[in-house]
């Protein structure tokens, strides 16, 4: 099956510091998703982003799908952006089932 | 517009216990998943059903689990009998149709003892 990794696996920040968290992908996809997962276990969207560039406040999202990578790009980030970070992607090898394969996601923890 | 809902948001058995778990996805979505998530661990798909068929079911451990979706729309998951390993969050998610954006419910925190 499609094989997903994600880096760095963790991260420590300051508030008001940016960050990339990077995902890659060893297949072609027809879905690509980035989630925060929060303290309490829920699963948020942020992007549904299988090619392309999208930006959503301070958040913005990056897939380059013939290199087979997606990058989360996190601005002036704030101690309410800590938890873990997945990368989600369906293959079109999986016939159109849309099953999603996530990574190992990257912890982060941002300070005061 | 409603999010997921999901029921009970945690439950606590013993070991060889049956437990069940409730899914009632978003309006009008005709795709919906279960997956298990293991601490420390990405979410892993259990099952997906496309209204009331099963789409995909290779996952599921079907000696123990079982799922069904009657009339297309809430969707019921059972562990029997459970074990220790069967400890995990189960999540719900829903799309409009295959290959759209899923989104999940808040999950149900399962422990056996």
């Known amino acids: 099956g499609i094989q997903v990794e994600q880096s760095p696996p963790d991260l420590i920040l300051q508030e008001g510091a940016n960050s990339t968290l990077r995902c890659n992908f060893s297949?072609?996809?027809?879905?690509l998703q980035w989630f925060h997962q929060n303290p309490w276990g829920q699963l948020i969207n942020l992007f549904y982003i299988p090619s392309g560039t999208k930006q959503n406040g301070r958040l913005s999202a990056t897939t380059v799908a013939t290199e087979r990578y997606s990058l989360l790009y996190i601005s002036s980030s704030q101690t309410t952006d800590s938890g873990v970070y997945f990368c989600a992607v369906a293959s079109i090898l999986t016939g159109g089932g849309n099953k999603l394969t996530f990574g190992t996601g990257t912890q982060l923890k941002v300070e005061l | 517009e409603a999010g997921v809902a999901q029921s009970p948001r945690y439950k606590i058995i013993e070991k060889r216990q049956s437990v069940a778990f409730w899914c009632n996805p978003i309006?009008?979505?005709?795709?919906l998943y279960w997956y298990q998530q293991i601490l420390g661990q990405g979410p892993k798909l259990l099952i997906q059903?496309?209204?009331?068929?099963?789409?995909?079911d290779s996952q599921l451990p079907k000696d123990r689990f079982s799922a069904e979706r009657l009339k297309g729309v809430d969707s019921t998951l059972k562990i029997q009998p459970a074990k220790l390993e069967d400890s995990a969050v189960y999540l719900c998610a829903s799309s409009r149709d295959r290959g759209n954006e899923q989104f999940f419910g808040p999950g149900t925190r399962l422990t056996v003892l």
């Open positions: 309006s009008g979505h005709a795709t």
């Open positions: 297949d072609s996809v027809n879905n």
């Open positions: 059903f496309q209204n009331n068929g099963v789409v995909d």
